[in-house]
Nanobody, 136 residues
């Protein structure tokens, strides 16, 4: 497992942009060669399930997006800094949520995805989250 810390959340008007960051740190002094890192979000209040919005395989930078954010969000990473980013453009009120960073060691690109046949991928490490507020 690793420690993940998110930053960059805040309040923005609809149509605006925000950039989230996630820093990955080793807990026991060991980090894997490559990871599947992902962004999830969960809107506050009851009845809102956690939704995977983007993932990236750090081995080759291959990105994956949910249909709800495709074309508006861009996930990227910087291996030298052990950081992942989520650039969010054209934000909508329905994008408001707590955004979580997640990571799991992955040796191959095909091991990195958000869900398969409706079943979410397992991620072993999670950050505490950063809140995004979008006003209409």
């Amino acid at each position: 497992q690793v420690e993940l810390v998110e930053s960059g959340g805040g309040s923005v008007q609809a149509g605006g942009s925000l950039r989230l960051s996630c820093t990955l740190s080793a807990i026991s002094g060991y980090t894997a060669k490559s990871y599947c890192m992902a962004w999830f979000r969960q809107a506050p209040g009851q009845g809102h399930e956690r939704e995977g919005v983007a993932a990236i395989y750090t081995g080759d930078g291959s990105p994956y997006y949910s249909d709800s954010v495709k074309g508006r969000f861009t996930v990227s990473h910087d291996n030298a800094k052990n950081m992942m980013y989520l650039q969010m453009n054209n934000l909508k009120p329905e994008d408001a949520a707590i955004y979580y960073c997640a990571a799991d060691a992955a040796n191959f690109g095909y091991e990195c995805y958000l869900d398969a046949d409706g079943a979410p991928r397992y991620f072993g490490s999670w950050g505490a989250g950063t809140q995004v507020i979008v006003s209409s």
